[in-house]
């Protein structure tokens, strides 16, 4: 007989004992990795994604609103010698043959053959014709067709300058086309092309490069270049330098242009204002260089005698011969025909009418007063259209009537000597003042020069562009590569971890697990005490039978292990089948592939091995250490000692306090962090409330047992006693019951019910109705019957309603929806009054202690380059895992950095995936982002409907999507439900092993006290009276255990629920405690009626 | 007080088509304040006896009459009733809760529910019996605290607490070394003679036996009386 002879036969003999043990090491091992093994699956999922949206892209040119040659791509590739993609991207809506389904917001990409090279697959799809389209999978899919059908799409068409600029045409933007569905496009053939680090599938539609660029009259333009991964790392500073060699001024919208007369070169933007810094620049370039600023005005007053529609052009005295050098801001000079027109002479004062565009469109009609300081006459430099820019609608017309200028144009004004002169001269101006008055009336966020001339020279041409390319960052027009590879890996990498998720939430029944393990190895250990103590009483050492024991039970949990790893590759993928089926909702639809990492499955078996060990030798050292005689003697001798179970009891109660004290200290100093923070101390609390709840439950076990000294009265004082015989015992059933209730109940507590009164203000819909989102932005007052009228509205219609209009500058999607960790989540620009005027929503923490300042924070002057923004605590917490005073990175439209300081936190709300900064802010940011394309409607109780359908419809060719504000914050809450059902099964699988646990040691209990029983029964005690003395003694532990549990779950959630936004579900969470406690009873008698039955006397016949 | 009339009783056995007889036919009366031994070899069904005798066990067939009452006609309520109020028991294993003290262990019968007797009288008539007992000094001691001898005695007392007529000792020295079994012989003829407590004990031991007085012995399933200890 050898050691390890006696421990195989003992493993074999005791198999029934030994299996149970092996199933509940199992249990934990495959909980254990199963959780790490579905964050990998999450993880390999994410990286999946990134390699399907953006193929073999490694750095490309982000949208900015502006437009650049298509053969930018070319000279890149030769540069950098990778594949390089152009991509023109507009925004479009698209319907059936029928009209009867639509989509809106679709990305509709202009492509050819290179962007299909740079995807996932090896093949290069065969090149759409002309009139035809290649869906994406799920445009597809939403709209039911396929090959062969026909579609119809209508598109954008982005001007080259801003909608917003002053001017600029308001005219319908858009162009449908009836196309043939060509082919559809799967991962493979890059159908989910995306730059967006998000894992749901984008609305992607194709079609030929080349004929977009004609169709959205942007012929051979793109904006967007992707570069590939050359042989080559080259880093992304080195491919933007590769950028500088290689753009052009075309690229930035600029044209330089020789004038015969006068004979100068002049640079001017199809942008028509030309951006500030490429303005500097190009003043910077030569020293005779002048700037110029035309603008139209409605009308040139002499007292009542008035020139309707002219231009005038501001320019600098000192590089012209129209104005005298010395003229000041508040004079003017007129052509011979505007002042025979005016019949004004010199000294006479003009006034100036003119508009100027405000937000939303909104026109501010000014005058200004001008002393005639000179006539010129009609003739030489005096004569020069070329000083108006090409205002889209104004220059190239033939006639006044056919203007089509952003403003109302009042055509009647409109004189047969007008047409004339615009016949003869086209857009001469007919007044000039100086540049600095011009730019003070006229200059805005788009520039405040119309062009730039330098006295012709010879070689002066490529003298300008070589200087312009090489002096100007093309950074500044947005010309600029990201590398969205490494953003988008760093995206899934920084994401939801699920793996620590479900870790997290695992350890309360991985834990119940190791627990159940401990009890069943300990009573294999217990039914062989007379074993143990034989081989005690043989002269072998305690610790010599330990190590037989422990290395029995390390046996057991090692095959535990093997079997515990292979069924957590099933839990898995029955988690993975949920996450893609039952929770889809919790990975917003993606579909999550099942992936497996040996050294995850080696980490998780191998931490599981150790902790099942740990508990089975937690639970074996004791009863070694018994003296042989006890254990030969039965286990009657229970040592029962008041002075040692006080002193054991304090240590209990020192545990349980110190515990507890650090737990109420984490949630009040640390409970105010980011959403990481949070969770880390709900975990940390939850944890230390159990520990010191269990070690208060011990500590009165002891006392109670040991230090009871007023005799017994009742039956429920039996119960209680009997409950503090074998304390370890009824620890464990307070333990596995508190692990599963605090999990259920914590999950109870997060769970989001509907909102009860979406009115409000203070409530996550702002108190607004809608929420609306466009394909293509509006530019217009949703608040004015002006701005309605302009968007084709009926007032009337919306008689009560209001909105507040938010600009949107594309970015991440920052909400619960995406999976992947936000790099620069989308922006809304809003106009801080509207939302401070209504009191929308509910600030749950700012920079300020008070918080009185709300929206108006967003307003603070946070000093040069940082601009103050807000965001939904989901979005801050979760998404980004920011707190108030954290910043993030983003770069403005010209390529410059600046920073978002978090400035306020709302409670979860509709605004959720983006953050809000103040509109001022935005469009100094991005003057480009033209228009609203996002909006809240307020609208009155019993109009709400009718508002809502008056706005689709009305909208309905700018691709709105308009959403009940109460559903679209019903759908983010459904996310985290989601999540919560999730957990309530790992909290429900936590409860049935408590259970178990329970039923066992009752079980147990009941088995090894029959001859105990027996003489209840001997000395009159009924059944039915037995019966409920076995109740009052487990079920004790199970109120015990539920206690613990809530009160824990109720203190650990106190950081996450106490945003006023938050709302506990006190009924459905009284219902479950009860439920549990009915079904810890149930258990109870179950198992106490299992126990009871049969001739319990036999027990004593059988002495 | 007791009588047994005709009482035999059959143990089935899977293995055999015909069972065991224990007992064949054992009729037997016992008068209140009687004391009684039972003795007999291993298995002759000593313990069965007095498990019929005591409630605890059903005849096969006869009649075992308490006080007059037939014992088959009551329900298991109406049986514990007379376990609780009428007999005492005391066991080889003398099953005390080691979670209780001495006095508590005395007390647990009250807690049968059977009784609305105040619990302060039981307390008083359990400090009484365990100074009966010599166990004064003893009441807050745990059972593991106590020897065999004690706590066989505290069984003793616990099986006197509602006052029975009638008590019951199954091998009550069975375990305990010389010394502690000449005490608890002691204890349970001293209360049969001062208190008029009916006793019958079932033992092996001879000297129990004899100190006890009127010897029965159990052989073959039948009761013979006078027999020699």
Same mark, same amino acid.
């Given at each position: 007989m050898s050691f390890w002879r006696l421990v195989t036969q003992s493993l074999w003999f005791y198999r029934r004992t030994n299996l149970a043990v092996l199933l509940a090491v199992m249990v934990a091992i495959a909980v254990l990795t199963g959780a790490l093994v579905v964050g990998d699956s999450v993880q390999y999922t994410l990286r999946r994604t990134v390699e399907a949206r953006l193929g073999q892209t490694e750095y490309a040119v982000i949208p900015q609103d502006r437009f650049f040659r298509a053969a930018l791509a070319d000279d890149l590739q030769k540069q950098l010698d990778r594949m390089v993609a152009p991509v023109l991207q507009v925004t479009g809506i698209i319907t059936n043959a029928d009209g009867s389904t639509r989509v809106n917001r679709v990305d509709v990409l202009g492509v050819d053959e290179r962007f299909y090279r740079l995807g996932p697959g090896a093949s290069v799809p065969a090149p759409n014709g002309d009139e035809t389209v290649t869906l994406g999978a799920p445009v597809a899919d939403r709209l039911a067709v396929s090959v062969g059908d026909e579609i119809v799409l209508r598109v954008e068409k982005p001007g080259l300058m801003p909608r917003d600029v002053p001017l600029a045409s308001d005219a319908d933007r858009t162009a449908a086309f009836r196309l043939k569905v060509q082919a559809l496009a799967d991962d493979e053939a890059f %159908?989910? #092309?995306? $730059?967006? +680090?998000? =894992?749901a599938a984008p609305l992607n539609v194709f079609v030929p490069l080349a004929w977009l660029g004609e169709m959205v009259e942007h012929p051979g333009q793109a904006n967007i270049l992707l570069a590939a991964a050359g042989e080559e790392e080259a880093s992304v500073d080195q491919v933007n330098a590769a950028l500088q060699r290689c753009w052009r001024l075309a690229d930035a919208g600029l044209e330089l242009r020789p004038l015969a007369r006068p004979d100068v070169l002049e640079l001017r933007s199809g942008r028509i204002f030309i951006d500030q810094t490429l303005a500097d620049a190009a003043l910077k370039v030569d020293a005779d260089a002048t700037g110029i600023l035309t603008y139209f005005v409605n009308q040139i007053a002499l007292g009542d005698k008035v020139t309707p529609y002219s231009m005038v052009a501001a320019i600098n005295p000192n590089g012209t011969s129209l104005i005298p050098r010395n003229m000041s801001a508040d004079q003017i000079v007129i052509n011979q025909w505007l002042a025979d027109d005016l019949g004004a002479k010199v000294g006479d004062s003009l006034e100036l009418t003119y508009y100027l565009v405000g937000l939303k469109r909104n026109l501010v009609e000014r005058t200004d007063s001008f002393t005639v300081a000179g006539i010129v006459p009609l003739s030489g430099a005096a004569i020069d259209p070329n000083l108006t820019p090409d205002f889209p609608g104004l220059a190239n017309v033939d006639n006044c009537r056919d203007w089509e200028a952003g403003i109302p144009i009042d055509l009647d004004k409109i004189r047969t000597k007008d047409e004339t002169y615009w016949d003869d001269y086209r857009g001469t101006p007919k007044a000039f003042i100086t540049l600095e008055a011009g730019q003070a009336l006229w200059g805005n966020r788009f520039g405040n020069l119309t062009a730039v001339r330098c006295p012709w020279r010879e070689g002066l041409t490529e003298r300008i562009t070589t200087r312009l390319t090489g002096d100007i960052d093309p950074a500044t027009v947005g010309l600029f590569f990201q590398p969205v590879r490494q953003r988008g890996l760093a995206a899934g990498r920084e994401g939801t971890d699920f793996g620590q998720l479900f870790l997290g939430l695992s350890m309360f029944l991985i834990a119940s697990a190791l627990i159940l393990t401990g009890l069943l190895f300990v009573f294999g250990v217990e039914s062989r005490s007379e074993q143990v103590g034989t081989l005690l009483a043989v002269g072998l050492p305690s610790k010599r039978v330990g190590r037989i024991l422990l290395a029995e039970g390390g046996l057991v949990a090692l095959a535990g292990t093997i079997v515990g790893v292979a069924a957590g590759l099933v839990y898995t993928r029955l988690m993975v089948y949920g996450l893609s089926t039952l929770w889809r909702r919790a990975v917003a639809g993606t579909q999550i592939d099942f992936f497996a990492k040996p050294v995850t499955l080696s980490i998780g078996g191998l931490l599981g091995l150790l902790a099942s060990l740990f508990a089975i030798w937690i639970t074996l050292r004791k009863k070694v250490k018994r003296p042989a005689r006890e254990l030969l003697g039965g286990d009657l001798e229970a040592r029962y000692s008041r002075k040692a179970a006080w002193s054991r009891g304090r240590w209990g109660l020192a545990v349980g306090i110190v515990s507890i004290a650090g737990a109420v200290a984490l949630v009040a100093f640390m409970g105010g962090g980011s959403g990481q923070d949070v969770a880390g101390v709900f975990f940390g609390a939850g944890s230390l409330l159990l520990i010191g709840a269990l070690a208060l439950c011990q500590a009165l076990l002891r006392i109670v047992g040991g230090g009871w000294n007023k005799p017994l009265v009742s039956l429920s004082g039996l119960g209680l006693r009997n409950s503090t015989r074998r304390s370890g015992r009824s620890l464990a059933i307070i333990g596995l019951l508190a692990c599963g209730v605090f999990l259920v109940v914590s999950v109870q507590i997060f769970r989001q019910g509907p909102v009860s009164d979406p009115e409000r203000r203070d409530s996550g819909t702002g108190g607004f109705a809608f929420y609306g989102e466009l394909s293509v932005a509006v530019l217009h007052d949703l608040n004015t019957e002006k701005g309605r009228v302009a968007l084709g509205l009926n007032s009337s219609d919306l008689d009560g309603a209001s909105a507040v209009q938010l600009r949107v500058r594309a970015g991440d999607d920052a909400s619960c929806l995406n999976l992947n960790r936000a790099q620069q989540p989308r922006l809304l620009g809003v106009e801080t009054k509207e939302l401070s005027r209504r009191g929308a929503f509910t600030f749950v923490k700012t920079t300020k202690s008070e918080n009185e300042q709300g929206w108006n924070l967003l307003k603070a002057d946070l000093g040069q380059g940082v601009v103050p923004a807000v965001g939904d605590k989901n979005t801050l917490e979760w998404a980004l895992g920011k707190n108030i005073g954290d910043e993030l990175e983003y770069k403005d439209e010209a390529g410059r950095a600046f920073s978002l300081r978090i400035v306020g936190m709302i409670a *979860? *709300?509709? $605004? =959720?995936?983006s953050l809000v900064i103040d509109e001022a802010h935005f469009v100094a940011r #991005?003057? *480009?982002? +033209? %228009?609203?394309?996002a909006f809240l409607v307020d609208a009155p109780g019993a109009e709400t409907q009718e508002v809502g359908r008056t706005l689709t419809s009305g909208l309905r060719d700018f691709g709105l999507v308009l959403t009940p504000a109460a559903q679209r914050l019903a759908a983010f809450s459904a996310v985290e439900n989601t999540y919560l059902s999730i957990f309530t099964v790992l909290g429900g699988l936590g409860l049935i092993l408590g259970c178990i646990g329970l039923g066992l040691i009752v079980l147990r209990n009941m088995l090894e006290r029959r001859g105990e029983l027996a003489m209840l029964r001997a000395v009159g005690f009924s059944r039915q009276r037995l019966g409920i003395m076995v109740f009052y003694e487990h079920w004790g532990l199970v109120l015990s255990g539920l206690i613990c549990g809530v009160v824990a779950a109720a203190i650990a959630v106190i950081p996450a629920v106490q945003s006023p936004g938050g709302q506990i579900p006190y009924f459905s969470l009284l219902l479950t405690v009860v439920a549990i406690g009915v079904s810890g009873g149930f258990w109870v008698w179950i198992a106490a009626a299992l126990a009871l039955r049969g001739e319990l006397l036999d027990a004593l016949r059988n002495e | 007080m007791v009588e047994l009339v005709d009482v035999t009783k059959d143990y089935g056995q899977a293995d055999q088509p015909v069972g065991v007889h224990v007992l064949k036919g054992i009729s037997l009366k016992i008068e209140p304040g009687q004391s009684v031994v039972i003795v007999g070899p291993s298995g002759c069904g000593k313990s069965t006896l007095l498990n019929i005798i005591g409630a605890l066990d059903h005849p096969t067939s006869g009649r075992v009459l308490f006080d007059g009452r037939d $014992? +088959?006609? $009551?329900n298991d309520r109406e049986l514990a009733r007379i376990r609780n109020r009428e007999i005492g028991f005391v066991f080889q294993l003398h099953h005390l809760l080691p979670q209780c003290t001495v006095l508590e262990n005395v007390l647990i019968p009250t807690l049968a529910g059977v009784d609305n007797s105040s619990p302060k009288a039981a307390h008083e008539r359990a400090e009484q019996l365990l100074e009966r007992v010599g166990l004064a000094d003893r009441m807050v001691h745990r059972p593991g605290e106590l020897s065999g001898g004690q706590r066989q005695r505290v069984a003793v007392a616990r099986a006197l607490i509602n006052r029975p007529k009638l008590l019951l000792a199954d091998e009550p020295t069975g375990s305990l070394d010389e010394e502690a079994s000449n005490d608890v012989a002691e204890l349970l003829v001293g209360l049969n003679r001062d208190e008029g407590v009916t006793l019958i004990v079932v033992t092996h031991s001879q000297k129990l036996a004899q100190r006890i007085g009127h010897v029965m012995e159990l052989r073959g399933g039948t009761l013979n009386d006078g027999a020699q200890a």
């Open positions: %159908g989910r #092309f995306d $730059l967006k +680090a998000n =894992q *979860s *709300s509709i $605004l =959720q995936g #991005f003057p *480009s982002e +033209a %228009g609203y394309s | $014992l +088959a006609g $009551l």
